[in-house]
């Protein structure tokens, strides 16, 4: 049995509607199909480690709105006891457009993610040893340290997904035992420009000098690339050739599977080599959280050809 994860983040509505492309600005687009489901980074990468088959707490902020969100993410064996209703806020909304190949883009309306305070942690992130605490940036930067600080403290391996992208304080940083950004977001943090493909994402990774433990950089249909503590250089895995459908939720299912493996042992090479599969298998499927894999499902995929 893997020790248990608590994350702490967003909860959304998710609003899926395919097209053919994307529309330009000004421009009007048909849908070719519509989904409505639950997202948030929080509540993806929750669902995403649960269902490996990780013990999953989540912490978070919903409106009065949100009750069938929350049988939802029980019935995917998360653990929201710890999901409090601001009562003067609706839930996070998610609008989601996705094209033929896969691209797309979001608005989100964070409602009641807004509104999670330092205030609402639980005093235990934590209890003992092994645990995971999985943080992400669709809630306040005060929670998102707190949260980072008080997992440490408690002896938690800390992962922080800094998503969407923005300046991370240094001693926030220098708490983190795994920080797992994408290249953007990695571009962000170093104050750089956007590397152009693996080898010059390998070459920000490899310059960098951020404080936290390790970085884990994903690269979508490349990979990932792994910087370990106290070794030169990075390890790039690659991933399964596979025929994306939508890559909304690859990052969260990433986060999630990377989290779970961590859990139960595993070394953070191994655990990102997972992470990747995961991952790949996600985008094969629509909507963030419904082509998530579960274990059969991952450990029956291929693994990432060079």
């Known amino acids: 049995m893997p020790s248990s994860v608590t994350v702490v983040g967003s909860v959304n509505r998710d609003l899926v509607l395919t097209v053919e492309d994307l529309p330009r600005p000004g421009e009007t687009v048909l849908a070719a199909g519509f989904v409505e489901g639950v997202g948030g ?19 978070a902020r919903v409106g009065r709105d949100a009750e069938a969100i929350l049988r939802v993410l029980a019935a995917e064996g998360v653990d929201v006891t710890e999901v409090l209703t601001a009562p003067d806020a609706t839930t996070g909304i998610a609008s989601v457009v996705v094209d033929r190949a896969g691209e797309n883009t979001i608005v989100v309306n964070p409602g009641a993610n807004a509104v999670l305070s330092p205030e609402d942690l639980p005093h235990w992130l934590a209890r003992t040893p092994g645990e995971v605490v999985l943080v992400q940036h669709e ?7 707190a949260a980072v600080l008080r997992g440490r403290e408690q002896g938690a391996t800390v992962v922080l997904n800094p998503a969407p992208a923005r300046p991370v304080p240094a001693e926030v940083l220098a708490a983190v035992d795994v920080l797992v950004p994408n290249l953007g977001e990695l571009a962000t943090l170093l ?27 994903t690269l979508g249909a490349d990979g990932a690339l792994v910087r370990l503590p106290g070794r030169p250089g990075s390890v790039h895995l690659p991933a399964p050739v596979v025929d994306a459908v939508d890559t909304v939720g690859a990052g969260d299912t990433f986060c999630g599977a990377l989290a779970d493996s961590l859990a139960r042992g595993a070394d953070l090479l191994t655990a990102a080599e997972r992470a990747v599969r995961a991952a790949s298998l996600a985008v094969t499927g629509l909507g963030a959280q419904s082509s998530m894999p579960y274990a059969a499902q991952l450990d029956s995929a291929p693994p990432g050809t060079s």
């Open 41 to 59: 980074k929080g509540a993806n990468q929750a669902v995403a480690a649960a269902r490996l088959g990780s013990p999953v707490r989540l912490v």
């Open 191 to 217: 104050g750089a420009e956007l590397p152009t493909g693996p080898d010059g994402a390998r070459a920000l990774l490899e310059s960098a000098e951020l404080p936290c433990a390790a970085v884990v950089v």
């Open 139 to 145: 809630i306040a930067a005060e929670v998102v340290a």
